[in-house]
T-cell receptor, first 110, second 113 residues
Framework: GESVGLHLPTLSVQEGDNSIINCAYS??????FIWYKQESGKGPQFIID?????DKRQGQRVTVLLNKTVKHLSLQIAATQPGDSAVYFC?????????FGAGTRLAVHP | KAGVTQTPRYLIKTRGQQVTLSCSPI?????VSWYQQTPGQGLQFLFE???????NKGNFPGRFSGRQFSNSRSEMNVSTLELGDSALYLC????????????FGEGSRLTVL
Protein backbone atom coordinates (compact mmCIF):
# COMPACT_ATOMS: atom_id res chain seq x y z
CA GLY A 1 0.00 0.00 0.00
CA GLU A 2 0.95 3.64 0.08
CA SER A 3 3.61 4.61 2.55
CA VAL A 4 5.85 7.49 3.43
CA GLY A 5 8.93 6.77 5.50
CA LEU A 6 11.98 8.40 6.99
CA HIS A 7 15.60 7.35 6.92
CA LEU A 8 16.66 8.59 10.36
CA PRO A 9 14.56 8.49 13.48
CA THR A 10 16.76 10.95 15.43
CA LEU A 11 19.00 13.75 14.30
CA SER A 12 21.28 15.63 16.68
CA VAL A 13 22.85 18.89 15.57
CA GLN A 14 24.76 21.77 17.07
CA GLU A 15 23.07 25.12 17.32
CA GLY A 16 23.93 27.17 14.26
CA ASP A 17 24.55 24.18 12.02
CA ASN A 18 22.35 23.26 9.11
CA SER A 19 20.00 20.30 9.48
CA ILE A 20 18.82 17.93 6.81
CA ILE A 21 15.88 15.62 7.38
CA ASN A 22 15.13 13.00 4.77
CA CYS A 23 12.01 11.19 3.68
CA ALA A 24 11.20 8.51 1.14
CA TYR A 25 7.79 8.06 -0.41
CA SER A 26 6.43 5.11 -2.31
CA UNK A 27 3.68 6.44 -4.58
CA UNK A 28 5.28 7.80 -7.72
CA UNK A 29 1.95 9.36 -8.69
CA UNK A 30 1.88 11.62 -5.62
CA UNK A 31 1.70 15.26 -6.59
CA UNK A 32 1.91 17.15 -3.33
CA PHE A 33 4.13 16.91 -0.27
CA ILE A 34 4.21 18.73 3.03
CA TRP A 35 6.54 18.99 5.98
CA TYR A 36 5.12 19.36 9.47
CA LYS A 37 6.77 20.17 12.77
CA GLN A 38 5.40 18.82 16.03
CA GLU A 39 6.56 20.16 19.35
CA SER A 40 5.98 18.29 22.54
CA GLY A 41 2.35 18.46 23.64
CA LYS A 42 1.19 20.17 20.48
CA GLY A 43 -0.37 19.20 17.21
CA PRO A 44 1.64 19.18 13.97
CA GLN A 45 2.30 22.57 12.45
CA PHE A 46 2.69 23.24 8.73
CA ILE A 47 6.22 24.23 7.71
CA ILE A 48 6.43 24.13 3.95
CA ASP A 49 4.96 22.32 0.98
CA UNK A 50 6.00 21.43 -2.55
CA UNK A 51 4.18 20.26 -5.62
CA UNK A 52 5.51 17.56 -7.88
CA UNK A 53 6.19 20.00 -10.71
CA UNK A 54 8.88 21.62 -8.58
CA ASP A 55 12.29 20.40 -7.42
CA LYS A 56 12.92 22.96 -4.74
CA ARG A 57 11.03 25.44 -2.64
CA GLN A 58 12.38 27.85 -0.09
CA GLY A 59 10.82 29.40 2.94
CA GLN A 60 12.23 31.28 5.87
CA ARG A 61 15.33 29.28 6.91
CA VAL A 62 13.80 26.14 5.40
CA THR A 63 14.15 24.53 2.00
CA VAL A 64 12.38 21.47 0.69
CA LEU A 65 13.93 19.43 -2.08
CA LEU A 66 12.04 16.88 -4.14
CA ASN A 67 13.73 14.19 -6.18
CA LYS A 68 11.03 12.37 -8.10
CA THR A 69 13.48 10.01 -9.74
CA VAL A 70 14.29 8.31 -6.46
CA LYS A 71 11.08 9.35 -4.68
CA HIS A 72 12.89 11.31 -2.02
CA LEU A 73 12.12 14.46 -0.07
CA SER A 74 14.37 16.44 2.19
CA LEU A 75 13.90 19.34 4.54
CA GLN A 76 16.84 21.62 5.12
CA ILE A 77 16.88 23.95 8.08
CA ALA A 78 19.52 26.65 7.99
CA ALA A 79 21.25 27.90 11.14
CA THR A 80 19.35 25.50 13.38
CA GLN A 81 18.12 27.02 16.61
CA PRO A 82 17.03 25.47 19.91
CA GLY A 83 13.45 26.32 19.00
CA ASP A 84 13.73 23.98 16.04
CA SER A 85 13.90 21.00 18.39
CA ALA A 86 10.82 18.94 17.55
CA VAL A 87 9.63 15.95 15.57
CA TYR A 88 9.39 16.55 11.85
CA PHE A 89 7.01 14.66 9.58
CA CYS A 90 6.82 14.50 5.87
CA UNK A 91 3.40 13.86 4.38
CA UNK A 92 2.15 12.86 0.98
CA UNK A 93 -1.26 13.70 -0.42
CA UNK A 94 -3.63 10.84 -0.91
CA UNK A 95 -7.34 10.90 -1.70
CA UNK A 96 -8.85 13.36 0.78
CA UNK A 97 -6.15 12.48 3.27
CA UNK A 98 -2.49 12.89 4.04
CA UNK A 99 -0.14 9.96 4.46
CA PHE A 100 2.46 10.75 7.07
CA GLY A 101 5.91 9.38 7.56
CA ALA A 102 7.06 8.02 10.91
CA GLY A 103 8.79 11.23 11.93
CA THR A 104 12.33 12.34 12.75
CA ARG A 105 13.23 13.87 16.06
CA LEU A 106 15.55 16.83 15.73
CA ALA A 107 17.61 17.60 18.84
CA VAL A 108 19.53 20.87 18.84
CA HIS A 109 22.47 21.13 21.24
CA PRO A 110 24.04 24.39 22.40
CA LYS B 1 -8.98 33.76 14.88
CA ALA B 2 -9.37 30.73 17.11
CA GLY B 3 -7.55 27.57 16.13
CA VAL B 4 -8.80 24.02 16.07
CA THR B 5 -10.18 23.08 19.47
CA GLN B 6 -10.31 19.53 20.73
CA THR B 7 -11.97 18.29 23.87
CA PRO B 8 -11.24 16.68 26.17
CA ARG B 9 -7.46 17.06 26.16
CA TYR B 10 -6.86 14.05 28.37
CA LEU B 11 -8.99 11.11 29.35
CA ILE B 12 -8.61 7.69 30.88
CA LYS B 13 -10.92 4.82 30.09
CA THR B 14 -10.98 1.11 30.76
CA ARG B 15 -11.21 -1.70 28.27
CA GLY B 16 -14.68 -2.25 26.92
CA GLN B 17 -15.84 1.31 27.47
CA GLN B 18 -16.56 3.76 24.72
CA VAL B 19 -15.35 7.31 24.20
CA THR B 20 -16.43 10.35 22.24
CA LEU B 21 -13.99 13.06 21.23
CA SER B 22 -14.96 16.46 19.93
CA CYS B 23 -13.38 18.83 17.46
CA SER B 24 -14.29 22.40 16.59
CA PRO B 25 -12.58 23.49 13.37
CA ILE B 26 -11.37 26.94 12.49
CA UNK B 27 -14.27 29.17 11.58
CA UNK B 28 -15.08 28.80 7.89
CA UNK B 29 -13.33 25.47 7.51
CA UNK B 30 -15.63 22.77 6.23
CA UNK B 31 -13.23 19.85 6.03
CA VAL B 32 -12.36 18.01 9.21
CA SER B 33 -10.10 15.00 9.38
CA TRP B 34 -9.00 12.78 12.22
CA TYR B 35 -5.69 11.08 12.82
CA GLN B 36 -4.46 8.64 15.41
CA GLN B 37 -0.91 9.12 16.62
CA THR B 38 0.98 6.38 18.42
CA PRO B 39 4.72 5.85 18.97
CA GLY B 40 4.66 2.65 16.97
CA GLN B 41 2.44 3.59 14.04
CA GLY B 42 2.94 7.32 13.79
CA LEU B 43 0.15 9.41 12.34
CA GLN B 44 -2.56 7.25 10.83
CA PHE B 45 -5.54 8.64 8.96
CA LEU B 46 -8.91 7.77 10.46
CA PHE B 47 -11.51 9.63 8.41
CA GLU B 48 -12.35 12.90 6.74
CA UNK B 49 -15.61 14.80 6.65
CA UNK B 50 -16.77 17.59 4.44
CA UNK B 51 -20.18 19.20 4.73
CA UNK B 52 -21.41 16.43 7.01
CA UNK B 53 -20.36 13.69 4.59
CA UNK B 54 -17.61 11.20 5.20
CA UNK B 55 -15.43 11.35 2.11
CA ASN B 56 -12.71 8.96 3.10
CA LYS B 57 -11.97 6.42 5.77
CA GLY B 58 -8.73 4.86 6.87
CA ASN B 59 -7.99 1.26 7.70
CA PHE B 60 -9.46 1.12 11.14
CA PRO B 61 -12.07 -1.31 12.49
CA GLY B 62 -15.72 -0.41 12.64
CA ARG B 63 -15.35 0.44 16.33
CA PHE B 64 -14.04 3.78 15.13
CA SER B 65 -16.70 6.08 13.80
CA GLY B 66 -17.28 9.76 13.36
CA ARG B 67 -19.68 12.38 12.25
CA GLN B 68 -19.82 16.02 11.33
CA PHE B 69 -22.52 18.48 12.20
CA SER B 70 -23.96 21.30 10.13
CA ASN B 71 -21.70 23.82 11.90
CA SER B 72 -18.68 21.71 10.80
CA ARG B 73 -17.93 20.55 14.32
CA SER B 74 -17.00 16.90 14.36
CA GLU B 75 -16.99 14.04 16.81
CA MET B 76 -15.35 10.69 16.71
CA ASN B 77 -16.35 7.70 18.75
CA VAL B 78 -14.48 4.58 19.68
CA SER B 79 -16.53 1.74 21.09
CA THR B 80 -15.40 -1.34 23.00
CA LEU B 81 -12.05 0.20 23.80
CA GLU B 82 -8.92 -1.90 23.63
CA LEU B 83 -5.52 -1.26 25.18
CA GLY B 84 -4.13 -0.59 21.73
CA ASP B 85 -6.49 2.35 21.28
CA SER B 86 -4.36 4.37 23.66
CA ALA B 87 -3.11 7.20 21.52
CA LEU B 88 -3.19 10.88 20.76
CA TYR B 89 -6.19 11.61 18.55
CA LEU B 90 -5.64 14.64 16.38
CA CYS B 91 -8.22 16.61 14.51
CA UNK B 92 -7.32 18.86 11.60
CA UNK B 93 -9.36 21.30 9.59
CA UNK B 94 -8.90 22.95 6.24
CA UNK B 95 -10.80 25.23 3.95
CA UNK B 96 -11.84 22.62 1.47
CA UNK B 97 -10.06 19.44 0.57
CA UNK B 98 -7.82 17.51 2.91
CA UNK B 99 -4.67 18.77 1.30
CA UNK B 100 -2.84 22.02 1.32
CA UNK B 101 -2.47 23.38 4.77
CA UNK B 102 -4.09 21.37 7.50
CA UNK B 103 -4.48 23.10 10.81
CA PHE B 104 -4.20 20.67 13.67
CA GLY B 105 -5.59 20.85 17.15
CA GLU B 106 -3.50 19.86 20.13
CA GLY B 107 -5.17 16.49 20.33
CA SER B 108 -7.01 14.36 22.82
CA ARG B 109 -4.76 12.00 24.73
CA LEU B 110 -6.63 8.76 25.40
CA THR B 111 -5.31 6.18 27.81
CA VAL B 112 -7.04 2.82 27.98
CA LEU B 113 -6.39 0.76 31.09
Amino acid sequence: GESVGLHLPTLSVQEGDNSIINCAYSNSASDYFIWYKQESGKGPQFIIDIRSNMDKRQGQRVTVLLNKTVKHLSLQIAATQPGDSAVYFCAERGYNKLIFGAGTRLAVHP
Amino acid sequence: KAGVTQTPRYLIKTRGQQVTLSCSPISGHRSVSWYQQTPGQGLQFLFEYFSETQRNKGNFPGRFSGRQFSNSRSEMNVSTLELGDSALYLCASSLDRVDGELFFGEGSRLTVL
